[in-house]
């Protein structure tokens, strides 16, 4: 006979849900807590922790517990700054902020939520610790950049949303509102590396070279190029990794667009991506290797135009435009080939708007997704010899001719990524899928 199995009772705790939910709020405490105690603040470790869990108790409690959480904060900020008064030391206004953001995310623990609060804690986290870094930032904002800020801003939530749906026009090949959100999603590309670069881009040739580059490549060519020119040839290697890894960034730039607006375009395109960015950063890493001095001993004085204006906006708008009408036109009467001659002539005037229009026109079904991503690269590798033909100027036969063969090493790259993706493509598409039914 079988022995019998016995089975043991199962029994779920009814307390681990509440546990985790304080656990987390009293965690999210700390990490404030853990900033404001380095900084010597009054309110430190223990206090911050305290809110946390207390807002957590609130928010499992019920939302008359979570008010009477957030009140009891309250009074505990109006406290601590009658205290700073009383002691001549100010206002303790980033603390008491502090402590009601803490509070808050307490409470949203409390309720069950898991990810915003813990987005929220992490992002207050940064500004209380990067609090020097960000104060010289926004000494040194200019008014031109903030107007470009707002201008950015009222491009995307006013103009946006007043704009048509769907396509308009005799052949109904425009649509406003792809259009309009290319060129946001351009300017705003340009805008946030703009940032980067005004932060970090004076720490050497290199960084000014790739941040430069993910905003502007030919631009921060022309300008490596024109350095040559006034220091003499002891700057030809440094000026060299400028301009490759300005390429690198002009590449994952493109990339980053085709994943944005068509990620079925990018899997054509991913694997000469690859290449291209992989030889970029080898020839680099091959320059660097024995090189001598400090990274910013001869870092050049970049000097790029403001990050968005109405001009800007305005010239992004029109390419893209005029490349999408004559891409699909082109593609109806000459088939591929035609969209592919467009693809090589938009790289000329600016490649973030070639590939923009190309991964808008797969979206719509006028090509396919190999064939934008054939465009996207087909516009990059223009985009590379628009490039060289600024760095001729300078008559250093030694940038020329080691440059040259880089890009012709990148080239040849980018050439077989375009032969494997057909062997890439599928292993690319199954992830995008992949990552399509993994959003909630």
């Not at 681990?16 to 965690?27: E, K, P, T, V, W």
């Not at 409390?110 to 870094?133: N, S």
């Not at 040259?404 to 599928?426: D, E, I, K, N, Y």
Request: hydrophobic share 55%; glycine share 10%; with cysteine.
């Amino acid at each position: 006979m079988p022995t019998p199995i016995v089975s043991l009772p199962q029994a779920d705790w009814p307390y681990s849900q509440s546990l985790m939910r304080l656990a987390l709020g009293l965690s999210l405490g700390l990490l404030i807590g853990l900033e404001r105690e380095r900084r010597g603040k009054e309110a430190g470790l223990r206090t911050f922790g305290f809110i946390g869990l207390m807002g957590a108790m609130g928010g499992a409690l019920g939302p008359a517990y979570g008010l009477a959480a957030l009140g009891a904060t309250a009074v505990l900020v109006l406290i601590l700054n009658v205290s700073s008064l009383r002691a001549e030391q100010g206002t303790e206004l980033t603390t008491s902020a502090a402590m009601m953001v803490t509070a808050m995310a307490g409470i949203l623990c409390g309720q069950g939520h898991t990810l915003p609060p813990a987005a929220v804690m992490v992002i207050a986290a940064a500004l209380l610790a990067w609090k020097e870094r960000l104060a010289d930032f926004s000494m040194g904002v200019s008014e031109g950049e903030i107007r470009s800020a707002l201008l950015l801003a009222i491009l995307a939530i006013v103009i946006y949303p007043a704009l048509p749906t769907g396509p308009v026009g005799p052949w109904r090949l425009i649509e406003p509102r792809y259009a309009w959100v290319t060129v946001i999603l351009i300017a705003g590309i340009g805008f946030f590396n703009y940032v980067l670069w005004k932060m970090y881009g004076t720490r050497g040739t290199e960084l000014s070279g790739f941040f430069g580059g993910l905003i502007n490549s030919n631009f921060t060519v022309i300008e490596l190029s024109e350095r040559v020119r006034d220091v003499g040839e002891a700057f030809v290697p440094t000026a060299y990794r400028g301009i490759l890894l300005a390429t690198t960034a002009m590449v994952a730039r493109n990339a980053t667009l085709l994943l944005i607006l068509a990620p079925q375009a990018l899997a054509g395109a991913l694997s000469a991506f690859a290449l291209m960015a992989l030889v970029n950063v080898a020839l680099v890493v091959r320059s660097m290797h024995g090189r001598r001095g400090r990274l910013g001993a001869a870092s050049p004085d970049i000097h790029l135009d403001l990050p968005f204006s109405l001009p800007q906006a305005l010239k992004y708008g029109a390419i893209f435009l005029v490349l999408h009408v004559v891409g699909a036109i082109t593609q109806r009467h000459f088939g591929d080939a035609g969209f592919y001659i467009v693809s090589v002539v938009g790289g000329l005037l600016s490649s973030a708007s070639a590939v923009a229009a190309a991964a808008t026109l797969a979206e719509q079904g006028s090509i396919t997704p190999a064939t934008a991503g054939v465009g996207a690269v087909l516009a990059s590798f223009t985009s590379l010899v628009f490039s060289l033909s600024f760095v001729l100027r300078t008559r250093s036969q030694a940038l020329v001719r080691t440059l040259s063969l880089s890009m012709v090493a990148v080239g040849v790259a980018g050439v077989v990524g375009l032969l494997l993706s057909h062997w890439a493509q599928p292993f690319v598409l199954r992830v995008v899928d992949f990552a399509r039914t993994a959003q909630p």
